[in-house]
Nanobody, 116 residues
Framework: QLVESGGGSVQAGGSLRLSCLASGIGYTNFVMGWYRQAPGKQRELVASVTSGGTTNYADSVEGRFTISRDNRKNTVEMQMNDLKSEDTGVYYC????????????WGQGTQVTVSS
């Protein structure tokens, strides 16, 4: 189970922090991260981090968002700075086991709204 917190409404240029706790799910060989879905658009990968700490970002958020994880607590967080209106959407936490058998878990989603 993935439980998200954070999100909300902010003006352009502001900051928000998203958190996600993975309960009952392992962390070794699991990548964690965030997808988002804007109205009328497909879900897209925003950022991810491996259990070893390797990060990956979408070009659109590089330099503005920072993802981090705590393996002991099995949490992943994403600090979002200099938010833009195009960052608006529902943000979904996920964790995926990267070795067979593979598993994929999703959070319920949290709304981020950036007003210009």
């Amino acid at each position: 189970q993935l439980v998200e917190s954070g999100g909300g409404s902010v003006q352009a240029g502001g900051s928000l922090r998203l958190s996600c706790l993975a309960s009952g799910i392992g962390y070794t060989n699991f990548v964690m991260g965030w997808y988002r879905q804007a109205p009328g658009k497909q879900r897209e990968l925003v950022a991810s981090v491996t259990s070893g700490g390797t990060t990956n970002y979408a070009d659109s958020v590089e330099g503005r968002f920072t993802i981090s994880r705590d393996n002991r607590k099995n949490t992943v967080e994403m600090q979002m700075n200099d938010l833009k209106s195009e960052d608006t959407g529902v943000y979904y936490c996920y964790t995926r086991r990267v070795v067979t058998p593979t598993f994929l878990y999703w959070g319920q989603g949290t709304q981020v709204t950036v007003s210009s």
